[in-house]
Structure formats: C-alpha cells, structure tokens
C-alpha cells in the first residue's frame, strides 16, 4: 500500500481557514485520495475524496497537486467542533479497497 | 438512515479470559470490516467481509482472535484467550456495494481493557 505523510499535530484557530497537508509521493494512478476524521471518543468517519480534480463537499475542500504526489485538506472556517484526528489514506480503486491508516494529524482548535 | 451499531461498548477482562464483541452494520451494505485500534495509533484492519465470506483476514491473529458473519448480516469478533496487548478500541465499519470509493461508515466502538 502507498504511503502517507502527515505532520502529527497543527492549531489553528476558531472561525479561521485550516490547511492540512499530506504527501504520497508513491500514489499511483488508480489510488484514490481518502480524508477521514476521528473525533474524540467515536469512530472515524469520510471527510473527502478526490482522485485528481479538486473536489467540494459540505465540510471540507481537497485540492490536490497538478502531479497528485500531493494533497490538502481544507475546512473553510474551523469550529471547536473539527477538533479531531485527520488521516490521509491512499485507497487502489482494484482489489480489496481496504483503508490503511496511518497516524494522522491531530487539529487543536483554540476558541 | 440507523448507524453501525457495536456492543458492549465497553468491557473489562482478566488475561486470558475470553470476550466477544457483536456488530450489526448498516442495512444493505454487504461490505464489513473489524479494525483494532490501539491507543495513539490509527485503526488497523483486522478483517474484511464480502456478504458472509472472508475477503482479507491477513492481519488478524488466528491463533487468539477468530469472526464470522452469519447470514451475510451481524458480524461478531472473539478473542480466546486475551492477552494484556489486545486492550484496544475495536471498531466497526460497513461499506454499501458499488463503486470503489464508496465511504465506509464506522460505529462507535468496543473499548476492552485486559488487565
């Protein structure tokens, strides 16, 4: 499974832009872009994902580099409530479709 | 649209006592997945279900820990005997059928303490 690499903790502040970051230098080109968050105490659950385009949704907006070894996440206007563990996880469209977590960045939001 | 649901949440055993842990995932999804997540660390997979055959259980420790899906539906995963490195969160998931990207939908989880 391709890897990723996140930095384990970033801040931000309430009602500001967060920006987290990963990097998969080893995507392939069948590996989806996956986001996931874990708030305290709960399971995780889907953010995003992108395959190449930047995508919109909801909660958040993934912009991913023009040679997809890399890729950000973005929440538009942080609340205390996006306090959480964010995984960046490269998922193959072939085969099982498993998710690999790695450690993720853990988001302090600071009111 | 009911989540994953996971019982007991929480559950307290001595080493090598048995435990088993029960998943009723979200209705119509034919994919469920057990992940054990240990503290600090992301969830790792422990096993993948299609329906109620075995699609990936290459991480999951047959010696001690053993799951089924009955019916293609309710999924329960047993530890026998524990041990004190298994206290962990173990987490539930379902995925609907259809395209690869599909989220998957995890339940609150089964916290176990071996002591």
């Known amino acids: 499974d391709a890897k990723t690499t996140q930095p384990n903790s970033m801040e931000s502040n309430e009602e500001e832009p967060v920006h987290l970051p990963c990097n998969h230098s080893t995507i392939s080109g069948t590996d989806y872009i996956h986001w996931y968050r874990q708030l305290p105490s709960q399971g995780p659950e889907y953010v995003i994902h992108?395959?190449?385009s930047n995508v919109n949704n909801r909660m958040a907006s993934l912009a991913i580099a023009e040679d997809r070894k890399s890729s950000t996440l973005i929440l538009h206007r942080a609340t205390l409530r996006d306090a959480a563990v964010y995984y960046c996880i490269l998922r193959d469209s072939r085969g099982a479709q498993k998710l690999v977590f790695g450690q993720g960045t853990r988001l302090t939001i600071n009111p | 649209e009911a989540g994953v649901a996971q019982s007991p949440r929480y559950k307290i055993i001595e080493k090598r006592q048995s435990v088993a842990f029960w998943c009723n995932p979200i209705s119509g999804h034919a994919t469920l997945y057990w992940y054990q997540q240990i503290l600090g660390q992301g969830p790792k997979l422990l096993i993948q279900?299609?329906?109620?055959?075995?699609?990936?259980d290459s991480q999951l420790p047959k010696d001690r820990f053993s799951a089924e899906r009955l019916k293609g539906v309710d999924s329960t995963l047993k530890i026998q005997p524990a041990k004190l490195e298994d206290s962990a969160v173990y987490l539930c998931?379902?995925?609907?059928?259809?395209?690869?990207?599909?989220?998957?939908?995890f339940g609150p989880g089964t916290r176990l303490t071996v002591l």
């Open positions: 279900f299609q329906n109620n055959g075995v699609v990936d």
């Open positions: 998931a379902s995925r609907s059928p259809g395209q690869a990207y599909n989220e998957q939908f």
């Open positions: 992108g395959l190449t």
